[in-house]
């Protein structure tokens, strides 16, 4: 299924959709109102992508210089140019270290590779530990969003989910007896896990050190009871310098949630004594993008989810919709990059309104973007498609003007006379959700030769 | 040497040879918050007791 059947299924459930569309436009409020208690705001987002932009005409650079500050921290650095490869390492170190139970903070860079499927595979229990996350893996489902992986969700399902993994009491929805359930069955997991595995929110070239961000804490919780670390990092979420944390972090947290800052921003520079830090930098197709003028500027992405929230077709359609790891406006530029015909429907799911845009904390000109990939799929798809033969056909009419004024003329007529099962049949889908106008007796240029005066 | 180390930066260096001036980092005063907030975050795990206002004004 593509995107419109997708959203379509997704609307057949009208008071889930509202909420959902609510909820969502909830959280883009909250941000409008914290970016407007800093009056930088504007210089930090610019700030922020000129960082980026300077990040990636220089990526090469930085990343030798991260890896050259990381190895001598102690930190073990791996390089996976592909999804496989990735899930090889991290499945190498846990073999090295003989376990068979791993905790794992959120990490879209994981979901991207598929890793919990491909170590479940090989034997390794994989417990997310992120409170939304560990929801939708009881639902063997991703995450709808990439900051609210179970935003698709109302507590009363998270209650019914609940009684049955948890053996919770059943119609209990109470927030706060949920969450307590949760921290009791994830503590068991935390003790009993040798290692613990991290996405990267940023990564410091001039320290080797790496940042990641977290409300819960779940991180520190699996990595300090841990013996051993991997954290998984694409390479673009390099920074060159410490103090650039200033700008990231503060434009971070209140894009996402509307927070003035995330609760948990923790640093790992080094492995405490007997214990092991692995990282591993994955190229995945990122340097696909990097090689694509218009595109590489997606690669600025700092994953705050701020374009998902204001997106109105997001709202409307849900992150499933998207078939897509990375949903909403930001996947949908950074998909087709991926997989052009699998998720070519995507960049078409958007109004063009530029509302991502104006709130992406690094200026993506996500919606511009968008309108490229348009054009670029429409060029690699077939050229004989249903809208190509009608766009030729249309062209023949407009480009002669005695077949303009000949077709207007019959088309009023006809319009007139054709019965609704044929106007509206299957074959115009422009009418599936829209009424033709009432068609007037006339063409304009008629109507204004009978009366100029 | 690690194969995909080079295939990755390989790649990016070739890309690179198109690029005739990268852009600079701006300079910014916003971070001078930041290294206070390091700061008072480093003090913080030395033990010392730390002004939370002060810490949250920063934010």
């Not at chain 1, 390479?235 to 894009?255: C, D, N, Q, Y």
């Amino acid at each position: 299924m593509n995107h419109p059947e997708k959203a379509a299924e997704f609307l057949e459930d009208k008071e889930n959709a509202k909420w959902h569309d609510e909820t969502l436009w909830f959280v883009r409020d909250k941000r409008d109102v914290v970016s407007k208690t800093i009056p930088e705001w504007e210089e930090l987002r610019e700030t922020a992508s000129q960082i980026k932009n300077n990040v990636l005409s220089n990526l090469d650079e930085y990343l030798v210089e991260f890896e050259r500050n990381a190895l001598a921290n102690g930190i073990k650095v791996h390089w996976a140019k592909d999804a496989e490869e990735h899930n090889k390492i991290v499945l190498d170190i846990l073999q090295q270290n003989d376990c068979k139970a791993i905790v794992k903070s959120k990490s879209i860079l994981t979901e991207e590779c598929h890793l919990n499927q491909y170590l479940e595979k090989n034997g390794v229990d994989v417990v997310d530990t992120d409170l939304g996350e560990r929801i939708v893996q009881f639902l063997n489902q991703p995450p709808s969003h990439i900051v609210l992986p179970a935003i698709h969700l109302k507590k009363a399902q998270v209650s019914d989910i609940f009684h049955d993994k948890l053996n919770t009491e059943k119609g209990n929805h109470d927030p706060s007896y949920l969450t307590n359930a949760a921290r009791l069955h994830l503590r068991e997991k935390f003790l009993a896990a040798k290692v613990a595995l991290t996405g990267v929110n940023f990564g410091v070239a001039e320290t080797g050190e790496f940042v990641v961000c977290t409300n819960e804490g779940n991180a520190d919780m699996g990595v300090h009871l841990a013996d051993v670390h991997v954290a998984c990092m694409g390479i673009e979420k390099i920074i060159p310098k410490r103090e650039h944390l200033g700008v990231f972090l503060r434009l971070l947290a209140r894009s996402a949630t509307g927070q003035s800052v995330t609760n948990y921003n923790s640093h790992f520079r080094s492995p405490a004594k007997g214990k092991e830090i692995h990282i591993v930098l994955l190229d995945n197709g990122r340097t696909e993008q990097l090689g694509r003028e218009k595109f590489k500027n997606s690669l600025k992405c700092i994953r705050c989810g701020a374009c998902m929230n204001t997106c109105p077709i997001y709202r409307r359609s849900g992150g499933y919709s998207y078939g897509s790891v990375v949903p909403g406006p930001i996947g949908s530029i950074l998909s087709p990059g991926i997989d052009l015909k699998k998720h070519s429907t995507l960049p078409f799911a958007s109004t063009l309104c530029g509302s991502c845009t104006d709130v992406c904390p690094v200026k993506i000109n996500i919606h511009e973007q968008l309108y490229e990939w348009r054009q670029e799929i429409t060029k690699a798809q077939s050229s004989i498609n249903a809208k190509s033969l009608a766009m030729k056909f249309a062209n023949g009419i407009f480009s002669v003007p005695f077949a303009y004024k000949l077709g207007g003329n019959m088309m009023r007529g006809a319009l007139k006379l054709l019965p609704h099962s044929i106007t509206y049949s299957k074959l115009n889908t422009w009418g599936k959700e829209r009424d033709l106008p009432e068609l007037p007796n006339e063409s304009f240029k008629d109507w204004y030769k009978k009366n100029k005066s | 040497m690690n194969p995909s180390r080079e295939h990755i930066l390989n790649k990016i260096r070739a890309l690179r040879q198109d690029v005739i001036e990268a852009p600079a980092i701006p300079e910014f005063d916003v971070a001078e918050d930041l290294i206070s907030t390091f700061k008072i975050s480093s003090a913080a795990n030395k033990g010392e007791v730390i002004d939370r206002e002060a810490f949250v004004a920063l934010l």
